[in-house]
């Protein structure tokens, strides 16, 4: 997560590739998951454009103001 004056600067981008290279580089680690807010689009986009596929939602996941909320998750396998 990252502050909102911070985003759109390419920060997420960069950590995301510099954390997937060691990973699987390094520890050698073949599959990925991550999770978003459905409906948010830039860090989903940011996951595709990484090679993740949106796999399915988890409906009422996370409550935020107030309210339950349904989340997208996202996987990737190391070819």
């Known amino acids: 997560m990252l502050a909102r004056e911070y985003w759109g600067q390419g920060f997420a981008s960069e950590a995301m590739r510099a954390v997937l290279s060691y990973a699987e580089n390094t ?24 090679g993740f596929v949106r796999e399915g939602t988890l409906r009422g ?8 909320r349904d989340c997208w998750i996202f996987g990737r396998v190391r070819k």
Do not use: W
């Open 27 to 50: 520890l050698g680690i073949e599959r990925f998951s991550a999770r978003t807010h459905a409906g948010n689009a830039r860090p989903a986009a940011l996951l595709i454009r990484l």
């Open 61 to 68: 996941y996370v409550r935020r103001d107030g309210r339950r």
